[in-house]
């Protein structure tokens, strides 16, 4: 099966502050605007290289189907739910402080890609606000 994978978010640090309260969550960007026209499954590779923190934490790397709109450039439209994600939730876990790593997760999607897709990530804090570092990187493999 021909393919291609692209390297979406290179090996980086996401330090959280401990202002992000219990049950909220951050979302960062990591690719937007990919061209998923000619491609007829997606698969999400996250790697965490490292994870200080509390064991509430959750990160995760949703490709979402985008729609940009020529006549509102500035605005984004993206379905919220994601077509596939990958990730982990650190309360799956017994030991709190630096985890079995590294790790890798993987999401995959075989039907229903849409012409555009959107990466995000998005970083999440279950528990007790607490500082949180996590450092990771990730690709996207796309195949016809």
């Known amino acids: 099966m021909p393919g291609k994978i692209i390297s979406v978010l290179p090996k ?6 401990n202002t992000l309260t219990a049950n909220n969550f951050i979302i960062i960007p990591v ?3 990919i061209d ?3 491609w007829r499954e997606l698969t999400i590779l996250l790697r965490v290289h490292q994870f200080l923190g509390g064991a509430g934490a959750r990160i ?3 490709a979402h189907q ?6 509102d450039p500035a605005l ?6 994601p077509l596939a994600t990958a990730g982990v939730d650190w309360t799956t876990y017994t030991q709190i402080g630096v985890l079995p790593l590294p790790l890798l997760f993987v999401g995959t999607a075989t039907s229903g890609l849409p012409g555009q897709l959107d990466l995000l990530l998005t970083l999440r804090q279950r528990t007790n606000a607490q500082a949180l570092t996590i ?3 990730a690709d ?4 016809t």
Request: proline share 9%; glycine share 8%; no cysteine.
């Open 66 to 71: 985008a729609a940009p709109s020529t006549d």
């Open 140 to 143: 996207l493999a796309l195949k």
């Open 135 to 137: 450092i990771a990187s």
């Open 31 to 33: 690719a937007l605007g």
């Open 60 to 62: 995760d790397l949703g």
């Open 76 to 81: 984004v439209f993206r379905v919220g739910t």
């Open 12 to 17: 980086t640090t996401f330090p959280v502050p």
């Open 36 to 38: 998923a026209t000619q």
